[in-house]
Structure formats: C-alpha cells, structure tokens
C-alpha cells in the first residue's frame, strides 16, 4: 500500500506533468518551443516516487536477485532452484494460463527473483517480456499472478537532417534511432523512392518516443514527415479518425497508394529495367525486362501490392520465384528467391508488404538479388515509371478535421530546421495505465 504522504506526492507529480504536458502541446502548436526542461523537470521527480518501489516491492524489505532467461530454461526449474516446492509450482502454472502463461517465457529476457532477506526462499519472481510491462508470479499469502503495464511518458520529437553520404549516416551519425527510417519510409512509400536517396536531399520528421525513468523504451507513432529530394517536397501527415488512420499528403491524398516502390527494403538497384543490357552470364546484349534488387541472402522479399499468388515454383532460369495477381491490369513476378515464405501457395491471398519469400540466387543469377517483374495489360514495363491507381481518397466528413491536423503539423514541420543535431523533446504527455 501506498502511504498518504507518498500518495500525494505522486498526485502532485502527475499533475506537474499533465500541466506541463499541455503548456508543451500548445507549444507544439506553435510550434516555438525548444526548451529541454519541459522533459527533465517531470521525469527527474518520477524517479524519485520509483527508486521508492521495485515492481510494488518496497526496497527497504525485499531483495532482487536479476538474470534472464538461458536456454531450455524454464520457470519451473528456476522456482525450485529458489526454494519453491513443486506443488506450489504447479498452482502457479495453473493460475498463470489465464493472465500470462509460463510457457510464453523467452530465452534472453530478464527477471527478478524477489526475496525477504539475501538467501532466503524466494516470495517472488519478475518477469519483463517487454520494456513496457512485467509478470507478477507472487507467493506470499497465497499464490497470484499479475501482469503490470508500466507507466510511461509519451515525448513528441523531431529529427531532421540533410543527406551527406546516406540515410544511414544522416540519422545514425546524428543520434537519431534508425528505426526511424522504417517509419518514414513507411509513410512516404509510394511518393519516395528511398533507394534513389541523394546528396542534398533534407528531412524532417515528428515523432512519438516512450521512456521509463528519462530511459528511451521505443519509438511510438510518426506524426509528420517532410522529404526534400530533386522531384520535390513530399509530406505525409498521420491522421486518426472514428474510421480509420493512416498517412495523407497535403491534398488529403492516401500516401500509401495502391503499390510499393520496391519488393526490397533497404536494398540497391543492381540492374535496371533496359531493353539492352549485356547480359553477365549468357555474355551478350539482350533485354532486361526487370528491375534487379541486390540485397543479403535471406532478406524479406514482399509482395508490392495486395493479390492473389498464381505461382510460387521453380525453373532453370528462374530459380524460385513468385507470380502474383494484383488486379485485371497488374501482375508482378519475383525471382531467384532462396525459400519461399510459409502459406504462399497458388491461390494464397496477400497483402501490400507482406513476406512472400527470402532473396537467393537460384536459378540464373550471378549473387543474391531479387530479379523484379511488372506486367501491365500483358506487357513487360518499368514499374519505376508508373503511374499507379491511388489508394480510395478520403472522404469529405473527415476533411475539415484532416486539415486543421495538416495545418499543426506542417507548421510545426516548417520551424524545425535542417541543422538542428539532436532530437528535441516538444511535448510530454502520461500514459496512466488502470492496474
Ligand atoms: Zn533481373
């Protein structure tokens, strides 16, 4: 139980950090403030409340012994070691089933066995699957399962940069977590080819980023994207109704449209799409009626729009490869795969992005590549110079509210400048989960 004292000065905390949080957000709006201490100041006084407690174990009363999880180790074994007796073992591996089953336990993660005195026969075991949330398994009194979601604080962020060498370099040389390029390039699929990434070429994001105790846990959604290349500026704006969300362009246009730019992520075009082409095994010019992805063996290979699989086989030329039906114009062909992936069978359904096989070299191919094909109408073309159908366009209830989101975010996307080297916090706001 929480003492009163200690109550109230949690109460307080939140409400420094909820009145923060919203001078942050009208900030935001603003798009003015550059202030780091909006974050620091709550985050410093939410560690005080938690050094207090350990998983609602006092510190002052209990031990904590850490570890993971080895190999072909299990919870049970771990118990016994601890000083549990079997029967109490089995009870907990009943009543786990219905709130966090011990067998979904993983090699690698961490846990806590919690004592009342140094060597003594444990009354607890932490388990954390993830950075956001830790299992319960509790012996005192009588045997109890409780799986805890943290508390976290949710941070809007920016990053931004101009590309000298790559994408890589921009973001990882700055500091900024890589996995931001996922989210962009998620957001911007159909309108940035990030394969033809540049010298020159600037971004701006805003994003969602959680932490625990001013530690960073994981990126959350991205609000805003900007990207400046030779072919022009490309926003993307995340916007959430009672029906749906996802990213738009600046005109309401749904910037995942209807095909991926490429089956590859993070890959090079090793050989283009050429009517001539001097071919590196047969040793004469003939035409390359595809796009050559080079990528490392075994990279996901995904289909570059939803479907229907009309053949996953094998040929001498070919190697494996994958036919795929998008519609009455559209079919694509990907080949030279090491493996298909499980369940793409003719007949199978697939969605945009989803796995279809892993990158090879089977069949005629001098490495790993993925050799791609596009069919329109019958008739091999250079998909990199489509047109493709955009994605249903949104509909006229929801714009009024699309464009004052729009408006917010690209005024805020407009004073974030490109020479900026590290992420800024810009707003803060609490995620109070109901344990
Ligand atoms: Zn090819």
Redesign the pocket.
């Known amino acids: 139980m929480m003492t009163k004292e200690r109550r109230v000065w949690y109460d307080i905390t939140i409400a420094l950090v909820v009145t923060l949080s919203l001078v942050g957000i009208y900030r935001y709006i603003t798009g003015i403030n550059h202030d780091h201490n909006v974050v620091s100041s709550p985050v410093t006084e939410m560690r005080k409340t938690a050094s207090v407690e350990q998983y609602g174990f006092s510190n002052e009363d209990y031990f904590f012994e850490e570890s993971s999880i080895a190999n072909n180790q299990f919870l049970g074994d771990i118990l016994y070691n601890s000083g549990i007796s079997y029967p109490l073992i089995a009870e907990l591996e009943q009543k786990a089933k219905e709130v966090y089953d011990v067998r979904r336990i993983r090699v690698g993660k961490k846990y806590s066995i919690v004592r009342e005195d140094s060597c003594g026969t444990a009354v607890a075991l932490v388990y954390e699957p993830d950075p956001l949330s830790y299992v319960v398994y509790d012996f005192r009194d009588s045997v109890s399962v409780r799986n805890i979601e943290r508390e976290y604080i949710t941070c809007v962020e920016t990053a931004s940069g101009k590309l000298q060498t790559s994408l890589w370099d921009a973001l990882v040389g700055q500091g900024y977590d890589f996995a931001l390029v996922d989210l962009m390039e998620d957001a911007l699929a159909s309108s940035v080819s990030f394969y033809h990434a540049k010298k020159g070429d600037e971004f701006k994001l805003i994003y969602e980023r959680k932490y625990i105790d001013e530690r960073p846990i994981s990126l959350g959604k991205l609000l805003g994207a900007y990207y400046k290349n030779a072919r022009g500026e490309h926003y993307a704006i995340y916007f959430e109704s009672d029906q749906y969300s996802g990213f738009f362009d600046q005109e309401a246009r749904p910037s995942k449209k209807s095909f991926l730019l490429s089956p590859v992520k993070y890959s090079r075009i090793s050989?283009p799409f050429s009517y001539s082409r001097f071919h590196p095994i047969k040793k004469r010019k003939i035409p390359?009626l595809?796009?050559?992805y080079a990528a490392l063996h075994g990279t996901p290979i995904r289909t570059v729009a939803d479907g229907v699989v009309i053949s996953a086989s094998y040929t001498k030329a070919n190697g494996k490869f994958v036919k795929i039906k998008h519609d009455k114009t559209y079919q694509t062909q990907y080949?030279h795969m090491s493996r298909f992936a499980k369940g793409i069978v003719p007949g199978a359904t697939v969605q945009r992005g989803e796995t279809i096989g892993y990158v090879g070299s089977t069949g005629l191919a001098t490495g790993p590549?993925v050799?791609f094909r596009f069919w329109k109408n019958g008739r091999q073309v250079n998909h990199l110079r489509e047109n493709f159908p955009p994605a249903d366009p949104m509909p006229e209830l929801y714009l009024p509210s699309f464009y004052d989101k729009r408006n917010e975010i690209m005024n805020f996307l407009s004073h974030i400048t490109i020479d900026e080297p590290r992420a800024t916090a810009k707003s803060v706001s609490i995620n109070q989960p109901n344990t």
């Open positions: 050989s390359h595809g796009t050559d080949l590549h050799c």
